[in-house]
T-cell receptor, first 113, second 111 residues
């Protein structure tokens, strides 16, 4: 199993550009999450999904969109990138909620200039 | 999300000494408390967790204690080694079953 795979690992965007962070998992997990990690701030939940076709907002959803057309894939879309979106983004999956381990991807470092 | 406070933000210990990190939470209905370790440039990984029906759990050199009355839980690392240097995050699963993370503690083990 590859686990949770995120792409790209690094990206530099100009203000106003758009991009999609890809996330895929091969563990047949129902629950998937997107977090952003800022220095000294821990991990903040952006969006999550409890299964294919179902998504919901987390703590900091503004400026982002997600979709979940399959169990495996959970892409995160940034529209009109802003400097405040400079961060490290982690995708994670879980077999079902509150069961234990979140499996994280390797992270995507995004810089908006 | 739930308010989770984690202290200290940085911790420097001599190799072989113990390290303790404490987290407090606000929702008395919270029932699951994991700890994640993130090495520099790596992904967070679960190292130990505890549920609300247990007061303490140990796994080799690490242990977690939970005080539900006071709404705090702590990570204890004994006989610290250089490979224990990392950022440690506590997390709390509250009534909506989503995890809220603390801000992290950077632990440095001095040789």
């Amino acid at each position: 199993n590859a686990g949770v795979t995120q792409t790209p690992k690094f990206r530099i965007l100009k203000i106003g550009q758009s991009m999609t962070l890809q996330c895929t998992q091969d563990m047949n997990h129902n629950y998937m999450y997107w977090y952003r990690q800022d220095p000294g701030m821990g991990l903040k939940l952006i969006y999550y999904s409890v299964g294919a076709g179902i998504t919901d907002k987390g703590e900091v959803p503004n400026g982002y969109n997600v979709s979940r057309s399959t169990t495996e894939d959970f892409p995160l879309r940034l529209e009109l990138a802003a400097p405040s979106q400079t961060s490290v983004y982690f995708c994670a999956s879980e077999r079902q909620t509150n069961t234990g381990e979140l499996f994280f991807g390797e992270g995507s470092r995004l810089t908006v200039l | 999300g739930e308010n989770v406070e984690q202290h200290p933000s940085t911790l420097s210990v001599q190799e072989g000494d113990s390290a303790v990190i404490k987290c407090t939470y606000s929702d008395s209905a919270s029932n699951y408390f994991p700890w994640y370790k993130q090495e520099l440039g790596k992904r967070p990984q679960l190292i130990i967790d505890i549920r609300s029906n247990v007061g303490e759990k140990k796994d080799q050199r690490i242990a977690v204690t939970l005080n539900k009355t006071a709404k705090h839980f702590s990570l204890h690392i004994t006989e610290t080694q250089p490979e224990d240097s990392a950022v440690y995050f506590c997390a709390v699963s509250s009534s909506d079953y989503k995890l809220s993370f603390g801000a992290g503690t950077t632990v440095t083990v001095r040789a």
